[in-house]
Every structure is written in structure tokens, then in C-alpha cells.
């Protein structure tokens, strides 16, 4: 196929690093960097002309016009789900960021979409490509399956975020590395704690699962001050901790403990490339699909249903 005509859809905080990721891809002649996208004209252009990109737009229509054949979304949440759908039936590749939408009747419609107009859609869980959850799922993988699962990601929100549900907005990633570290047949939401609630909207959130044979608690806290990002494994003869913030792993055992860095390609990078991969008709078991973005939309709507229960 050779390189790959792309285009950023969104520009915002994440937008930014996706456009600066996709411009490494094009200089290792991976992709072309064809147009930016937003609808901020004024935001659109200083983006592009900060990137060297050729064109800047305001409306995703014009993209297939083009020659464009894939494009990175990276729109508001509310917005995510609409402008892939769009694109798709113009039959344009679709990277949609998480959590493609807050509904699962809507994936579901999307994953038709896609279908229908035979291309490819891949969602943004961007933590299964950290090293340091490699680290943690090949640990995992050499003892007996965990009985317990503990997933904390901490920080403060931004301001135009915390009308988004802290469980779409923050607990999704958690929710989809729990799946894709133990891969279950079933799950169950046994409780659900809200507290620091702002115009109805709880900033604070903990869930407790049963996901397989696993317990899974997922704390997600939007109001601390400080950034931690964690995930811990229990099983029957080892304590497994992975620390996102500072790419560490640490795993105790009767016979001692061992504690080091885990290293990797940025993940951004990663991710976009198995995008790409999969745009040419290879096969990459462990990207995230529709189908996974739809279960952890499920579960994420479970969870929010309980808030208030």
C-alpha cells in the first residue's frame, strides 16, 4: 500500500500528541500527514502550520476528497462515536479515541457501520501498550490466574472534563486492561461507591467486580492532587505491582522480591502502528477492537447505573 494518507481529527490536549506521533510515522515514511481537522479554523491552522502539515480543515466531510484513507479521532467524548460513524461511511479507517461512547446501543451501531463499509475501526485503549502492563500481563501469565485485581488511577480532572463521568472518562482504561489481563468468560458488578459529586456528576468512583474467577476493584479519583496510576495482581503465591507512573514492576515471593524498570516504545506510537498494520491487512491479536470497546462500555455502564443505587 506504501505509505498511508492520514488525517487528525480533534485537536485539542490529546489531538496534539497524536498529530506529533503521526509526523515521527511520517518521517520513518510510515504514513502522510495529509490534513488537520478541527472546528476551530484559527486552532486548525496554527496546528498545521506548527506541524508542517499540508492542509488544515473544519469539516470532516472533506476528507475523502482527498485521497485520505484513514483518520485519527480525537474529538470530546459526547462527539467521539458521531464523527467515527462518519468517516466510516465515507469509508475511511477510524482510530477512535476512548471510550468511543458512552452508550453501548451506539458501538454496537458503529461496529455495523464499519462493517458495512468494510474498514477498519480500532479504539484508544492506549494502557495495554504501556511497558509496564506488558510487564504486568507476562508476569501474570508465568503464576496461576489472580484472585484479585486492584486498579488505582488518581488525578485531578480539568475542568471541561468533569462533566464527563469519571468511569467513561478515566475508569475505561482499567476496565479494558482488566479484561485483557485475564481475558473472562463472565462479569458481574457486585458494588459501586460515588462520592465528591459536582452538578450531579460523582468525581470520585470505586467498583467492585467479579470478572471470571477474579475480584477486580477499580478505584478512579478525579479531585487528588497528585497523579497515580497502579495496578496490583494477587494470586495464591505472589503479589504483582505495576506502577504506570514511574514504568516499574515489582513482584513478592516466598523465595524473595524484585523490583524493576520496564521499558518500551512510547505507546502512543505503538498503538498507531498496529492501526496501520491492520489497515494493510495483517493481523494483530492484541489491538483493541469495537468488540472490545463495546464490553468495557457495557461494564463502564453498569458501574455508572450503580452510582447513585
Not at 498545521?48 to 476528507?63: H, I, M, N, P
Not at 485503549?125 to 488505582?152: C, G, N, Q, S
Not at 469495537?290 to 461494564?299: G, P, S
Request: proline share 5%.
Amino acid at each position: 500500500m506504501g505509505k498511508i494518507k492520514v488525517a487528525a481529527v480533534g485537536l485539542g490536549v490529546w489531538g496534539i500528541n497524536i498529530v506529533r506521533v503521526l509526523k515521527s510515522l511520517e518521517n520513518d515514511s510510515l504514513v502522510s500527514l495529509e490534513a488537520v481537522v478541527d472546528i476551530d479554523e484559527r486552532r486548525a491552522r496554527e496546528v498545521a502550520e506548527k506541524f508542517s502539515v499540508r492542509r488544515y480543515l473544519t469539516d470532516v466531510g472533506q476528507v475523502p476528497s482527498l485521497g485520505i484513507q484513514a483518520a485519527t479521532v480525537a474529538v470530546p467524548i459526547d462527539y467521539l462515536v458521531g464523527v467515527g460513524k462518519e468517516l466510516a461511511v465515507m469509508g475511511v479507517h477510524v482510530f477512535v479515541e476512548k471510550p468511543v461512547s458512552m452508550g453501548p446501543e451506539d458501538i454496537r451501531s458503529f461496529i455495523e457501520v464499519v462493517r458495512a463499509s468494510n474498514v477498519v475501526a480500532q479504539p484508544g485503549y492506549i494502557v495495554r501498550y504501556d511497558p509496564a502492563a506488558k510487564a504486568l500481563r507476562e508476569a501474570i501469565a508465568k503464576r496461576d490466574k489472580p484472585r484479585y485485581l486492584i486498579f488505582k488511577r488518581l488525578s485531578r480532572r480539568p475542568q471541561h472534563r468533569r462533566k464527563f463521568p469519571i468511569v467513561y472518562d478515566l475508569m475505561v482504561h482499567d476496565i479494558d486492561l482488566a479484561l485483557y489481563l485475564i481475558s473472562p468468560k463472565s462479569w458481574n458488578v457486585l458494588s459501586v461507591h460515588a462520592s465528591d459529586i459536582e452538578e450531579n456528576v460523582p468525581q470520585v468512583v470505586s467498583a467492585h467486580l467479579r470478572v471470571g474467577s477474579s475480584h477486580v476493584l477499580l478505584i478512579s479519583d478525579g479531585v487528588l492532587p497528585v497523579k497515580v496510576r497502579e495496578a496490583e495482581a494477587i494470586t495464591r503465591t505472589a503479589y504483582i505491582k505495576a506502577s504506570f507512573t514511574d514504568r516499574t514492576i515489582e513482584v513478592i515471593e516466598p523465595e524473595g522480591r524484585v523490583r524493576k524498570k520496564a521499558y518500551g516504545e512510547e505507546p502512543l506510537r505503538l498503538e498507531l502502528i498496529d492501526f496501520l498494520r491492520r489497515i494493510k491487512g495483517e493481523k494483530v491479536p492484541n489491538a483493541p477492537t469495537l468488540d472490545d470497546a463495546l464490553r468495557v462500555c457495557e461494564i463502564a455502564t453498569a458501574i455508572h447505573g450503580k452510582e447513585f443505587g
